[in-house]
């Protein structure tokens, strides 16, 4: 490999790896990993949570986050597996009970690419991916009907 192509092939890595860094530390941030004060767990300074609170969970925050920055312009591979995982992370990570709060927290383009990834996990699955996709396709054609699954299908931009 000449030297030149060998560069171009580092610098490929290392974007790939910078993007791949950003999506999980936005995706890890959503959820909240990062944002841990110790001390309010302390006895003097711990309150009970109210019930009434209409704020989001932190893995809805999480799917939000991975659709908004989807990278369906890219013609990197790489970069489209990396983000596969983490959007299937965030998925399967989420209780049944959750799929269909989240679905119904985001709008129709959000939507559809929610479908894009789901069509995609179907590609490749692994053990307990299927049935949880299912369910997620379950909801998701509920809220945004049969013109989701058009649109998706024939959508030229991949994920």
């Not at 530390?25 to 004060?37: E, N, Q």
Request: proline share 3%; net charge neutral; hydrophobic share 40%.
């Amino acid at each position: 490999m000449t030297g030149s192509r060998r560069s171009i092939k580092v610098l490929s890595t290392n974007i790939t790896n910078a993007i791949f860094r950003k999506i999980t530390m936005l995706v890890y941030s959503a959820m909240g990993f990062f944002d841990i004060d110790v001390d309010q767990y302390n006895e003097d300074n711990y309150k009970e949570d109210d019930c009434g609170e209409s704020q989001s969970p932190p893995n809805i925050e999480a799917l939000k986050t991975v659709l908004r920055n989807a990278p369906i312009s890219s013609r990197n591979q790489m970069v489209k597996d990396a983000a596969l995982n983490v959007v299937m992370q965030v998925l399967l990570s989420m209780k049944s009970s959750q799929i269909e709060e989240a679905v119904n927290a985001l709008d129709r383009d959000q939507l559809d690419i929610l479908m894009k990834y789901i069509y995609r996990g179907f590609e490749t699955p692994s053990e307990g991916s299927s049935g949880q996709l299912l369910a997620w396709h379950e909801k998701v054609h509920a809220v945004a009907g049969v013109g989701c699954i058009v649109r998706v299908l024939t959508d030229k931009k991949r994920v």
